[in-house]
């Protein structure tokens, strides 16, 4: 178990079939993380979102007592290509160009973009990170994946510094910049073993039939960049939701 967190990241894997949108949180119903439209009254806010109060398999989670199990790796292959970065007014979201993507138990999962939320979604033992980041990725089925990543504070990151450089202040607005290039794999640690439980979208709708699969070991990213985010955005974390009768597995 993780007893101590400082501000590394740290990563999550989500499979669901569900638009793309809905992960963004974007629509034409309103809702936010804090007051009347935040997370505890969304179920009241759309029909659509209904699932947020009465799932039995929402995300996200405190991550406890995980049980081994012989989980299949996830093949990661990333590849470089421009900044595209967008303030959709809920997160900071960098879309991804195409040719990337991961591979779990023998299935094939195209990265389209990923995306951040502070502090951390996910808690481990009952203890957040400052931030938590989703590589969001989608299969011929429509099925999506999402990897996040937890940051906790130590180095700069410098992928995230070439991103937050141009990030956009206004909700709505989104900048090209052919000059500048990322790749996800530098965002990965070394270590790619996982979590793995069923779960949901952790914005409106909520939509069920998730498979996360969150990596044990963290990575760093600087309290500035984290201030600079929060500047922009600010909280923008769903708490932990119930278990209901989930098992919780590990490689």
Wanted: charged share 20%; with cysteine.
């Amino acid at each position: 178990m993780i007893k101590t967190i400082t501000m590394s990241a740290f990563f999550a894997v989500v499979i669901v079939s569900t638009p793309m949108n809905a992960i963004a949180g974007s629509g034409d119903d309103e809702w936010s993380y804090a007051g009347r439209s935040g997370p505890e009254n969304w179920a009241d806010i759309s029909k659509k979102f209904e699932l947020c109060r009465d799932g039995k398999e929402q995300s996200p989670i405190n991550i406890s007592d995980a049980k081994t199990a012989n989980l299949p790796a996830i093949q990661f292959d990333y590849k470089p290509g421009s900044l595209e970065i967008l303030n959709n007014g809920y997160t900071i979201q960098v879309n991804h160009a195409a040719g990337s993507s991961i591979t779990v138990g023998g299935e094939k999962y195209e990265l389209l973009q990923f995306h951040f939320h502070t502090p951390s979604e996910n808690t481990i033992d009952g203890k957040s990170f400052p931030m938590e980041m989703h590589l969001v990725h989608k299969n011929t089925k429509g099925q999506l994946a999402v990897v996040g990543v937890f940051s906790k504070e130590g180095a700069k990151n410098t992928v995230l510094s070439k991103a937050w450089e141009h990030t956009p202040q206004k909700a709505g607005d989104k900048e090209k910049v052919a000059s500048v290039s990322i790749n996800a794999a530098d965002l990965l640690p070394v270590d790619r073993s996982y979590y793995s439980f069923k779960g949901s979208l952790t914005t409106p709708p909520c939509s069920e039939g998730v498979k996360w699969m969150v990596l044990k070991t963290p990575t760093e990213v600087s309290r500035e960049q984290i201030e600079k985010f929060i500047k922009v955005i600010g909280n923008n974390a769903r708490p932990v939701q119930p278990m209901h009768m989930r098992t919780l597995d590990m490689m």
